[in-house]
């Protein structure tokens, strides 16, 4: 049977399927479906220091193959979620990831440094990189310099390996990569939604409040995996996959371009329990083609 581990370098996971944040809620949501501790890790929806309502609704739009979410980093605060992820502890032994937020570069260590302190979180992903939140500095994903000096200080701040979630949006994505790799991210992930449009031809308006929005789901599949190549080439720490996963031969494609690891999402929404469909299938597809382990094949795309 072949060995599902996925090394990041600073840790192992059991497998490479992460749950990723904003699409798995708090994991105690899922508990109903699963037993957690089949999946590699979970990523918390993205926490601020405080509580925030996030956008007006309408939040979620259905496009084909993909989904446009304006969340808006709705959350419940940095001590709230202390509490849930207490609580989840007592019934999960999953590696618990958290997503940290800022409206400024003060506010990203600041709470990186709460989480940081915590002996149930094996690790941080800083959100450099979401589209839909207007104020503040939600977004230093777009430029090199930011990100360069945001993840030095959140790196001075904290005691746990840190992971930088990176935008699709940027102009130059690969340049980004290696500004966190260069202040000292022990890993990037990769990609986070790419800005879409959709709009109300009857009102003639945008769908959403802040007219643009985040395109997630098997739809930017192609874009996102180009990404995660051209990034894996540039970069020497681990690259953690995203974008349009719903199958184990989707996450196997993310390995083969180089990828350490990936994480699900979109498919989180409409198949509960889809983790546990795709390491099955990520078992099966090593197995039909005599893959013993992911680094025979990690980073072997002929190009």
Same mark, same amino acid.
């Given at each position: 049977m072949a060995d599902l581990s996925a090394n990041l370098g600073f840790c192992t996971l059991k497998n490479p399927v992460i749950t990723a944040s904003g699409t798995f809620g708090y994991g105690e949501e899922f508990l109903p479906f699963y037993d957690l501790d089949i999946l590699g890790a979970i990523v918390m929806k993205g926490i601020f220091k405080e509580p925030r309502p996030g956008n007006p609704p309408p939040r979620l739009h259905e496009t084909p193959a993909g989904l446009l979410n304006s969340i808006g980093l709705a959350g419940p605060g940095s001590g709230k979620l202390q509490e849930i992820i207490r609580r989840l502890r007592a019934k999960t032994?999953? +590696?618990?990831?958290?997503?940290?937020?800022?409206?400024?570069?003060?506010?990203? &260590?600041?709470?990186?440094?709460?989480?940081?302190?915590?002996?149930?979180?094996?690790?941080?992903?800083?959100n450099i990189s979401c589209p839909n939140v207007k104020k503040g500095g939600a977004c230093p994903a777009q430029d090199a310099k930011h990100t360069f000096r945001l993840v030095r200080r959140v790196k001075e701040r904290i005691?746990? +390996?840190?992971?930088?979630?990176?935008?699709?949006? &940027?102009?130059?994505?690969?340049?980004?990569?290696?500004?966190?790799?260069? &202040?000292?991210?022990?890993?990037?992930?990769?990609?986070?939604?790419?800005?879409?449009?959709?709009?109300?031809l009857d009102k003639r308006q945008s769908v959403f409040a802040n007219t643009l929005a985040g395109l997630s789901g098997p739809a930017i599949k192609p874009l996102a995996l180009k990404l995660v190549w051209e990034v894996c080439r540039?970069?020497?720490? +681990?690259?953690?996959?995203?974008?349009?996963?719903?199958s184990g031969r989707d996450v196997l494609d993310y390995i083969l371009v180089g990828a350490a690891a990936?994480?699900?999402?979109?498919?989180?929404?409409?198949?509960?329990?889809?983790?546990?469909?795709?390491?099955?299938?990520?078992?099966?597809?090593?197995?039909?083609?005599k893959i013993k382990d992911l680094s025979e094949i990690r980073g072997q795309l002929q190009a």
């Open positions: 032994t999953v +590696p618990v990831i958290v997503n940290v937020c800022g409206e400024d570069d003060g506010e990203f &260590a600041e709470v990186a440094g709460i989480f940081s302190a915590m002996d149930e979180v094996a690790m941080l992903e800083l005691r746990k +390996p840190l992971i930088v979630k990176l935008s699709p949006n &940027a102009a130059d994505i690969v340049a980004v990569a290696q500004a966190a790799e260069e &202040a000292g991210a022990d890993a990037v992930s990769l990609v986070n939604t790419f800005l879409g449009l959709a709009v109300d540039q970069v020497r720490i +681990p690259v953690i996959g995203m974008g349009g996963i719903t990936v994480q699900i999402g979109t498919v989180n929404f409409y198949e509960p329990a889809a983790a546990v469909r795709i390491i099955g299938e990520i078992q099966a597809e090593m197995d039909k083609l």
